[in-house]
């Protein structure tokens, strides 16, 4: 996969990429990040990327010629020849970083390591980026969630974090992104390392047994206590087990 990250503070993503599994999938060659500096695309004497807003108002909005020059040279082609949506090369996506956008999941970051050969994130500054960027050049919008931050660069990090884990032989062997939260639809249970009593606190015994089958089964249970507790709008949309509803009722009579 490759991954373009467009952003007039190339600084900012620097130290993230080059550390842990983002590094070492880079290393693997499993990914291929770059980060361009929009600046360069800014061909005034003072490289400028942004302007007043038409109309009045307050702040300032990203222009749209640096970010469409830009986005003409990773897809090698000129600025006034870059393919509508339907005519991308398949894989390609161009995801402007939004507070409006549609909200990251688990499941769209599934999508993408699947499906996409191509990524190109366009990070907002000051007020956002001219609408003709959204409506003329990304193929979709992506927030991270319902707040605004300065700045795109930090959520194009958290797109990029999300998607490269999932890309195969990124995470280290034995690690599997299948049981995280959200793969199958619920959170994980609790996890405990040692020492097996700490301050008097103890692991739960059925840890210690060895009993695959009897683990599976707590864990299985667990995950599903915890997310009736915090998220029970998840189990609305899991497909669930005979065992599953067994565990949920036994739930529901200890409580
Ligand atoms: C200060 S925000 C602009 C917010 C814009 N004025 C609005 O009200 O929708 C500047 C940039 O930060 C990024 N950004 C801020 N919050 C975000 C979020 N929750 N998800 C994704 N990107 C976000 C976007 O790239 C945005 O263009």
């Known amino acids: 996969m490759r991954i373009d990250v467009l952003t007039i503070f190339p600084e900012i993503l620097v130290s993230p990429l080059k550390h842990s599994i983002l590094k070492r999938a880079q290393e693997k060659g499993l990914v291929e990040v770059k980060v361009i500096n929009i600046r360069d695309f800014a061909y005034d004497k003072h490289r400028v990327t942004d302007d007043y807003p038409y109309g009045g108002g307050h702040g300032m909005v990203m222009k749209p010629e640096p970010i469409f020059r830009a986005v003409a040279s990773l897809l090698d082609v000129e600025e006034d020849d870059i393919p509508g949506h339907r005519n991308l090369p398949s894989g390609v996506e161009i995801i402007l970083l939004s507070p409006q956008g549609e909200p990251f999941t688990q ?11 191509h990524l190109i994130l366009i990070c907002g500054r000051y007020e956002g980026v001219d609408e003709r960027v959204r409506k003329h050049l990304a193929t979709e919008e992506i927030s991270i969630g319902d707040y605004v931050l300065s700045g795109g660069e930090v959520p194009a990090l958290v797109v990029v974090d999300a998607v490269v884990r999932l890309l195969p032989g990124a995470l280290g062997d034995g690690e599997s992104p299948r049981h995280d939260s959200f793969s199958d639809g619920l959170l994980e249970g609790p996890q405990f390392t040692r020492p097996r009593e700490y301050l008097g606190l ?10 695959h089958e009897r683990i599976r089964r707590w864990r299985r249970k667990e995950a599903l206590k915890r997310t009736l507790e915090r998220r029970p709008e998840l189990l609305e949309k899991v497909s669930l087990s005979g065992e599953d509803l067994r565990y949920l009722q036994e739930i529901e009579d200890e409580a």
């Open 107 to 117: 499941e769209k970051a599934w999508d993408l390591a699947r499906a996409a050969r």
């Open 202 to 211: 103890k692991v739960p015994e059925v840890l210690l047994t060895g009993d």
